[in-house]
């Protein structure tokens, strides 16, 4: 069993920055891939980065050069460093952890990042 629980989420302007974490509790030796999620109003979630134990990144082709995610596996942490931000940024933010065991998705609350134009 594991749980995710995302924090960083907030109101930036445009052009800045944030950062986002995700704090993993529970038996993780069966997670491998990490991930980042968001969802906007009236659109489907959609996959941001995704990340595994041996440190190999993925990224949507629209936050490529701009996001970047990484881990700690001693920490049991994900993050997701967001910048160069724009309006269409905005959504709410979602930790993804994988299960290849189980084969099961577990997911966070979310969190909720907003970008003034």
């Known amino acids: 069993q594991v749980q995710l629980v995302e924090s960083g989420g907030g109101l930036v302007q445009a052009g800045g920055s944030l950062g986002l974490s995700c704090a993993a509790s529970g038996r993780m030796s069966s997670i491998n891939v990490m991930g980042w999620y968001r969802q906007a109003p009236g659109k489907q979630r959609e996959l941001v980065a995704t990340?595994?134990?041996?440190?190999?990144?993925n990224y949507a082709d629209s936050v490529k050069g701009r996001f970047t995610i990484a881990r700690d596996n001693a920490k049991n942490t994900a993050y997701l460093q967001m910048s160069s931000l724009k309006p269409e940024d905005t959504a709410a933010y979602f930790c993804?952890?994988?299960?290849?065991?189980?084969?099961?998705?577990?997911w966070g609350q979310g969190t909720q990042v907003t970008v003034s134009s």
């Open positions: 993804n952890a994988y299960d290849s065991r189980k084969r099961y998705n577990y």
């Open positions: 990340i595994t134990s041996s440190g190999s990144t």
